[in-house]
């Protein structure tokens, strides 16, 4: 019920704004004892504390009867202290029931859905990267394979170039090894039968031709004779840029001191200005691409027709029909002559082009020079040079166009033409003997290997063709026969 006595009361200011407000409304309900007006005071009492007190006077009694009456009040005033007191504790606390510890539980969802998130894009992450290497595997595994079948293709290729260096049956195994016994890839037959095929076809009846040791290197000379075989090209060394597109390449048969028999010889001749001659002591360093010297000509040639012989480089000098000789000792042209009325530059070249129009050649009986002329209409004429004046000794013509066939070379003073400088098989289809001054058709297969065949000569102490096919540098063995 409402107070009727005076009524003083103290408090912590730590109960803030809800214990005053219930102060307040005690005071009141005591003012409503129709009593004189309440005080309401605030000090600090002996401890420091901030106190609040209220003071209200009995309109009717002089003295409290009861001096610590209110005791319902107090107890409903300490009551509402502990309350106090607990909401305070539950409000400092951290995840506890009231709105902090809900904010703080929704950030802990968030951070672990956050966590969540990551996890999951790292799983994608390793299940893409997996993917990748599952294809760089497939791809390495389809790279093995490949290389595996160079591997044995080269193989194959080595064994096949090993056969084509072997001696023919018969011959005398202390020297050479003998052939193995499989099929001529021009022919199924076996190779002695293709030989005397090619006797009766080529050779007639009445002669008979016996098989010398000519198309042996390394043997005595026996004298000379006529071509009846061709072997596969084996490959010596490749040019590794545009400009070895074709090329010429060779050994001289006759070396001067300081230079040797395996000392050899290279030229590039794509290109309008080619003054550069690659020296290399040996064709291994050649097929190494590591030349021991290079030579500058003191003028450019023109195209693939030169040859090396007796210490000299004989060549044409560009955009003339003259021929010249540069000392290989000296490095100075020592001699140059002009070939009466020989075509040049694109007038009569060999079927390939390239201005071929003049192409010197070694045999065994020297040096010669093939051309054509404007009186000639076309066909080839061979002249017997001077090597050390350039001087014309003696000259043939011929009945065979020049333009009609691929390439030529010279073995024993005859003539012998390709027929085709890009078709796989092609054959030695014609002979012109300078000894009789007459020709005859022949069919000696002969392949391009590489399909772009742009210089052939012949080296009469090797006893071999040395060719230039696309970039590349090959050499043919040869078998000759006498009567």
């Known amino acids: 019920g409402p107070a009727r006595n005076g009524l003083c009361c103290s408090c912590e200011s730590t109960y803030g704004t809800m214990l005053g407000a219930w102060l307040v409304l005690l005071g009141g309900l005591a003012l409503g004892c129709r009593g004189e007006r309440a005080f309401l005071t605030r000090a600090d009492d002996s401890t420091g504390r901030c106190t609040y007190s209220f003071t209200v006077a009995s309109p009717v009694e002089a003295a409290c009867p009861n001096a610590g009456g209110g005791p319902e009040l107090r107890a409903e ?14 409000e400092r606390g951290a995840g506890g029931s009231g709105p902090r510890g809900v904010e703080v539980g929704g950030a802990r969802d968030s951070q672990q859905a956050a966590s969540a998130g990551g996890l999951e894009d790292a799983y994608s992450e390793l299940l893409r990267a997996k993917s990748r290497l599952e294809e760089e595997k497939g791809r390495l595994e389809l790279e093995n394979a490949e290389l595996r079948r160079r591997l044995e293709s080269s193989a194959q290729e080595i064994a096949r170039l090993r056969a084509t260096r072997c001696s023919p049956a018969g011959s005398d195994p202390a020297h050479i090894a003998p052939c193995p016994t499989t099929a001529s890839r021009w022919n199924p037959q076996p190779l002695t039968y293709q030989e005397l095929q090619s006797e009766r076809t080529e050779i007639p009846a009445s002669r008979m031709l016996e098989e010398t040791a000519l198309s042996r290197p390394g043997t005595e000379d026996s004298g000379c004779g006529e071509l009846v075989w061709v072997g596969e090209p084996v490959v010596f060394g490749r040019a590794d840029s545009i400009a070895g597109k074709y090329g010429v390449w060779m050994k001289d048969p006759e070396p001067v001191s300081p230079f040797t028999r395996e000392t050899t010889w290279r030229v590039d001749t794509v290109g309008t200005e080619v003054r550069q001659l690659f020296q290399y002591e040996a064709a291994e360093q050649l097929a190494q691409g590591y030349p021991a010297k290079v030579h500058i000509l003191p ?33 100075a042209i020592t001699a140059e002559k002009e ?26 009986t020297g040096l010669w020079v093939i051309y054509s002329t404007e009186k000639a209409r076309g066909a080839i004429i061979l002249s017997k040079l001077d090597p050390e004046t350039l001087e014309i000794r003696q ?19 005859t003539l012998y033409t390709i027929s085709s400088y890009s078709a796989p098989n092609a054959t030695i289809n014609f002979a012109y003997n300078t000894t009789t001054g007459t020709s005859r058709a ?12 742009s210089m052939v000569d012949y080296n009469p102490t090797e006893r071999q063709l040395f060719a230039w096919d696309s970039f590349n540098m090959v050499t043919y063995p040869v078998r000759l026969s006498q009567v």
């Open 299 to 331: 003028r450019p040639l023109e195209s693939n027709g030169a040859v090396i012989y007796r210490g000299g480089l004989f060549f044409q000098p560009r955009r003339s029909h003259a021929v010249a000789r540069y000392d290989l000792r000296t490095e």
């Open 395 to 413: 000259t043939w013509e011929t009945n065979i166009r020049k333009r009609g066939v691929a390439n030529s070379f010279i073995i024993c003073g």
């Open 77 to 90: 005033l300490a009551s509402l202290a502990a309350r106090l007191s607990r909401l305070e504790s539950r």
């Open 442 to 453: 022949l069919s000696i297969p002969f392949e391009n290997r590489f399909r772009y065949l």
């Open 339 to 364: 070939i009466p009325g020989a075509g040049y530059h694109g007038q009569y070249p060999y079927a390939w082009g390239g201005y071929t129009d003049i192409d010197l050649a070694v045999d065994e």
